[in-house]
């Protein structure tokens, strides 16, 4: 007992190192979503610099061939002010985000370097954005290499759930919250606990105000590489995927075959009982919310805090269709077909997602698809598991195709589209860092020993976060697949 009274709890030494390592890890955490906020917000300084290049080259021409160029400054200030605009949208966007961890936490926790390493500073911040499938207009791949989720039980589960009542004559109409829980795959619901900050952006017109988040204050933000920078380009890319009319020639090759097929495999959809449908790296949200329009509960996973904070703001925060303007194509000069396309606003969202008919029970999910759905709750809880360019964002994608297996019920389905451009596969120099990469063969022969049948397949032909005006055109010919899983009696009939 101490002098003060006070009774010392010798905690037994295994709970002290669970203790030290849950701090550890958490610390790490807030350390990656630091990095990502600063991502964020380094995003004017970065795309600023891109402009003083072009100014720059510029320059250097000569006299004869700047005049055939008069128009280029007003294009640099127009660039300018699009950056600006873009600037504006994340800052609102960040302003909105509740963290579900302890910003203020001390950093200067001593990390051991090992665990600090492996686990974590390759993976900075926490996510892959665009997965590999993006690339950039001017051909390069662009966030190609996935960067892991990190994700343990307590901090790592974020959801998104809509508590509202979806009926007809009932749309939803307040905002979808966002929440911290212990057991991912339950679709609970708590009291609104998002308190937006009310920080101020320095706008193109020196409109500026301090920020009222701490942990959105510039004098504790790092400075990020550019690659993190450019994560942030494709996240606005990813917006007109989801949530743009421009991306609905995208929308319509990749998420309405995948609908129209929900639709037509479960024709009796109840409203007292819906069949649940779980759609693993679900990215800004749209087809799970598409999913939940159609009637069913819905759950996005998702494990990219740059994505998770967007499509947090998107599906919580936006008041009206067309809200916001965007210009998503400003960033490269290359393939465009003319100044005005380059600089065109995109308007975003194309639907207000609180108001578009959400059958309750719809969430998003945060934290990595592995660990969160090999809890055992997971067993047998899911009707269908739709994959829309996800598979090959694996580590290894037998235990995807085994934990898609075991999720779902006996006769549930996975429908999948997407191509094998296996996200882990170019990691030169990362021994550690595994990657199998199946031939599509391979994968259906997986995903029989799994215990499913083929019901449907074809190739579908798609893009992904294409610009639509661009002289260049990446296209895939994706996978398309049903398979259900049969009844366990038998797949186990059928083994050996
Ligand atoms: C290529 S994107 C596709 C996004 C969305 N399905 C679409 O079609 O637009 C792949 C998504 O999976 C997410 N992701 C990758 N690995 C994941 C994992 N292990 N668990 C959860 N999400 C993951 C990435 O962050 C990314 O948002």
């Known amino acids: 007992m101490s002098g003060g009274g006070e009774i010392d709890v010798k905690l037994p030494e295994e709970d002290e190192e669970r203790r030290r390592q849950r701090k550890l890890e958490e610390a790490l955490e807030v350390k990656s979503l630091r990095r990502i906020i600063s991502a964020y917000l380094n995003y004017p300084e ?139 795959g339950k679709l609970e619901n ?12 320095t706008d193109s017109n020196g409109n500026a105000s301090s920020p009222a988040c701490d942990w959105l204050d510039p004098s504790i933000q790092l400075n990020v590489p550019l690659a993190d920078v450019d994560k942030v380009r494709c996240i606005i890319r990813n917006i007109v995927r989801d949530w743009a009319a421009e991306g609905k020639t995208e929308r319509d090759q990749c998420y309405k075959p995948i609908l129209e097929e929900l639709d037509a495999l479960f024709p009796n959809r109840s409203k007292e009982s819906p069949p649940a449908c779980l759609v693993p790296g679900a990215g800004l949200g749209r087809l799970a919310l598409e999913i939940s329009r159609l009637g069913f509960i819905s759950q996005g996973n998702e494990f990219s805090y740059y994505m998770m904070i967007c499509s947090s703001f998107i599906l919580n925060h936006t008041q009206t269709a067309g809200e916001w303007n965007i210009y998503p194509w400003i960033h490269s000069n290359c393939n465009s077909l003319s100044d005005s396309d380059q600089l065109r606003p995109v308007s975003i969202p194309d639907i207000h997602p609180a108001s578009a008919g ?89 995903a029989l020993h799994y215990g499913f049948e083929f019901e449907k397949e074809k190739t579908i032909e798609t893009t992904y976060t294409t610009n639509p005006r661009s002289m260049m055109q990446n296209r895939y010919f994706t996978a398309f697949w049903t398979m259900r899983k049969k009844s366990v009696t038998i797949v186990e009939q059928a083994a050996p």
């Open 46 to 184: 970065a795309a600023e610099e891109d402009v003083k290049r072009y100014e720059q080259s510029f320059r250097k021409l000569p006299p004869s061939h700047k005049a055939l160029l008069s128009h280029y400054p007003l294009k640099f200030k127009k660039l300018r002010r699009c950056i600006s605009m873009n600037s504006y949208f994340i800052f609102a966007m960040l302003q909105a985000f509740d963290p579900p961890l302890d910003m203020s936490q001390d950093m200067d926790i001593c990390v051991d370097s090992h665990v600090s390493h492996t686990q974590y500073d390759n993976q900075s911040d926490g996510m892959n954005v665009c997965s590999g499938h993006s690339t950039s207009s001017s051909g390069r791949m662009c966030c190609s290499k996935a960067d892991h989720a990190n994700c343990n039980e307590q901090s790592k589960v974020v959801e998104t759930a809509n508590e509202m009542t979806t009926n007809e004559e009932e749309e939803a109409e307040g905002p979808i919250e966002y929440k911290t829980a212990s057991c991912p």
């Open 190 to 201: 708590r009291e609104e606990t998002n308190q937006s900050c009310s920080n101020d952006f």
């Open 358 to 446: 959400i059958t309750e029970g719809f969430s998003m999910c945060g934290g990595d698809f592995v660990e969160v759905y090999s809890d055992p709750s997971q067993v047998g809880a899911w009707d269908a598991v739709v994959t829309c360019f996800f598979i090959d964002t694996a580590h290894n994608i037998v235990e995807y195709i085994e934990i898609i297996s075991r999720i779902l019920k006996d006769g549930g389905v996975w429908i999948n589209l997407g191509p094998l451009l296996y996200h882990f596969a170019d990691l030169y120099g990362q021994e550690d860092e595994m990657s199998i990469e199946l031939s599509l063969e391979d994968v259906k022969r997986v």
